[in-house]
């Protein structure tokens, strides 16, 4: 059953055409890498995928639903209900500790529940590090801190934006064997990536060039 | 989670939100001080102006009205008609009695100094006559608090010196009179002797009259427990439509509007409470003095108005500036949570709420501060305190409020207008 589906995707910035005629389909429970060059059309497909961004041409389609005509209020509604975002610039609170932080998802989707944001701490490794605030924490650890609040509402997506960008070997390890366990339990995962090593985790790696697919590989793992 | 946020954006933007505290406490202090100035400057104003004299004239209905038709009101040679000196206290009773600063009762009579064939004219007044009130207060009144401007070579009169006299300078300069000679004055069969204590230039035609307590005055007139007319001296509020229409005719006004007047410390309204207590008077304001006060009182309280809406207007722009910057600063903070999933509006009162609380903050802080002006103010320029209005404290708390929610307007435009995607992944 498919999850997500582009259909004839375009993306127009005044004389720049950021992606053409894009067609993807994304299974529930599958993994997917996209990669490509800068300037490729990584991070626009990403916004359009996350609700962050609308397509000027074409359909998307998330769990069954047109959002590609939907208002910027429906779209932050589709966002904070089926949407778990993942960046490589972590982009997390700085003045909120790791728990809080996981809890303001919490907060803007239903009601803050101290408990349930540790167990998602807990699952990434962090128990012991909630506390802390993120300048207290390693790179690695603040993105187990980001990736805890993208799980935090039990997303139908996960999307992560270059999630090993900026870690160190050791960390990159420790994230992607999260995505390998988030991808065991069941989880779709959408991973933007310029790393070939992180798109072979993944179950097909679609490559972009000049805003349009120039192959999709199947990888063997 | 919400109170954890604010507070977290509190702790981390400390210098900034100080800044934004201080350009509202700027203006709060501003604004506290002059509706506190401004509120008490109708009092203040009137005080400073009571010391160039009466606003009030109380004649005779009989000489009122040669007054009105032919310019003359002198009393005495002109109308045979007087005001019962018995009767003055009584001017303490009326609603706006303790607006009533100051008065002096006058009895004018033709007067020759010996020697002399032309007349002179004799004003017999109060100089400091202490008056037990029907009420049972007491109260010091007279010329010499009235007349502060004369400039008097000698000693100003006192009530009790019955065989005494102030001389106008220009009489006292025709007659080559001296401080310390003694002077003869004849009213038909009348004659008394009296010692000049005093020669004065009021810079007006006063200088050409002789002044003695009133004693004397009626003494010589052959006038008994009568006067002339009365100078008051009362504290007015400014003339508005509805003062203009009672001076013309009270009648024409509704029961209601006749109560405000009344109850409104008006000069008309002064004047016809005058007019319930002494019998068969006419209380006129003096007009040009009236109106001066009243001129001179709106164009100070505009300028204060002025002042105020400025400082404000400079109050709002700062903390556009400074809001906005920090709006900014913190875009990725709020893009971040629009990208969760938060809506436009609990981010809104998300930043409505810090800036509430910082301009709660300033505003206290600016309204005491306000306060210490206002008595700067009061000292420097009326050399008194100012009184402290509570009425103050919910304007204030108002015009606080509009302008910080005004001054924030633009920072919520702008964070209405961010997108998530464009500020994490600059596209």
């Known amino acids: ?221 | 989670m919400f109170w954890r946020m604010v507070k977290g954006a509190f702790l981390r933007q400390k210098g900034k939100m100080l800044m934004i505290a201080f350009t509202i406490a700027l203006g709060a202090s501003l604004a506290a001080a002059m509706l506190n100035v401004m509120l008490d400057v109708g009092d203040k104003v009137n005080q400073e102006l009571k010391t160039y004299g009466a606003n009030i004239n109380v004649l005779p209905k009989g000489a009122s009205l040669l007054d009105d038709l032919y310019g003359v009101g002198e009393g005495s040679g002109v109308s045979d008609q007087y005001l019962k000196e018995s009767e003055l206290g009584n001017m303490k009773t009326i609603f706006w009695a303790h607006n009533i600063v100051d008065f002096t009762p006058y009895l004018n009579a033709k007067v020759k100094l010996a020697a002399q064939d032309s007349e002179v004219k004799l004003v017999g007044t109060w100089f400091s006559h202490h008056l037990d009130l029907p009420t049972g207060e007491s109260l010091d009144t007279g010329m010499e608090s009235m007349k502060s401007w004369w400039d008097v070579s000698g000693q100003w009169l006192a009530d009790q010196d019955e065989n005494s006299a102030m001389v106008g300078s220009l009489v006292a300069g025709r007659n080559n009179i001296q401080v310390g000679d003694t002077i003869t004055l004849e009213s038909g069969e009348r004659t008394k002797k009296l010692t000049v204590k005093g020669i004065f230039n009021a810079g007006s035609d006063e200088d050409e009259q002789i002044y003695v307590p009133l004693p004397t005055a009626q003494e010589l007139a052959d006038r008994a427990g009568l006067v002339s007319s009365v100078e008051v001296s009362a504290l007015t509020t400014p003339d508005n439509e509805l003062a203009r229409r009672a001076a013309q005719n009270p009648n024409s006004l509704s029961i209601k509007e006749q109560e405000t007047w009344y109850c409104t410390a008006y000069v008309s309204s002064i004047c016809y409470q005058i007019e319930e207590v002494i019998t068969d008077a006419v209380a006129k304001p003096i007009r040009q003095v009236a109106e001066s006060e009243g001129a001179i009182l709106e164009k100070t309280q505009l300028l204060m108005l002025l002042i105020t809406i400025l400082s404000l207007v400079g109050s709002a722009l700062g903390i556009s500036n400074l809001v906005t910057a920090s709006v900014m600063e913190r875009s990725r903070e709020i893009g971040l949570l629009k990208a969760v999933g938060a809506r436009n509006s609990p981010i809104t009162w998300l930043v409505l709420t810090e800036i509430l609380i910082t301009a709660v903050v300033g505003g206290v802080v600016g309204y005491f501060a306000g306060l210490g002006f206002a008595q700067i103010i009061g000292h420097s320029v009326f050399g008194s305190a100012i009184d402290i209005k509570p009425m103050v404290i919910p304007l204030v708390a108002v015009l606080v409020a509009l302008v910080t929610l005004a001054g924030s307007i633009p920072s919520i435009r702008l964070l209405l207008s961010l997108r998530p995607a464009e500020v994490l992944h600059g596209r």
């Open chain 1, 1 to 221: 059953m498919n999850l997500l589906e582009l259909q004839d995707i375009s993306k127009i910035y005044g004389n720049v055409k950021a992606l053409q005629n894009i067609d993807l389909t994304v299974r529930q429970g599958e993994w997917l890498a996209i990669m490509g060059p800068s300037g490729s059309g990584k991070t626009t497909m990403m916004n359009i995928i996350g609700c962050m961004d609308k397509p000027s041409n074409g359909a998307v389609i998330l769990d069954g639903t047109n959002i590609s005509k939907e208002s910027a209020k429906s779209l932050t509604g589709i966002r904070r209900d089926k949407i778990g975002l993942i960046f490589q610039q972590f982009h997390l609170i700085s003045y909120l500790t790791a728990l809080e932080n996981v809890m303001v998802a919490q907060y803007y989707h239903s009601m803050p529940d101290e408990k349930e944001a540790l167990q998602a701490l807990e699952r990434v490794g962090l128990g012991d590090r909630a506390r802390h605030l993120p300048s207290q924490l390693s790179g690695g650890e603040q993105q187990r801190v980001c990736i805890a609040r993208a799980l935090i509402n039990y997303p139908m997506l996960i999307l992560a934006d270059e999630p090993t960008g900026n870690l160190d070997e050791a960390n990159e390890g420790i994230v992607l064997d999260i995505f390998k366990q988030l991808h065991k339990d069941g989880s779709t995962i959408v991973v933007v990536t310029h790393d070939p090593e992180v798109a072979e985790e993944a179950q097909r790696t679609v490559v972009l060039e000049h805003g349009r697919i120039a192959r999709i590989v199947e990888n063997e793992k």
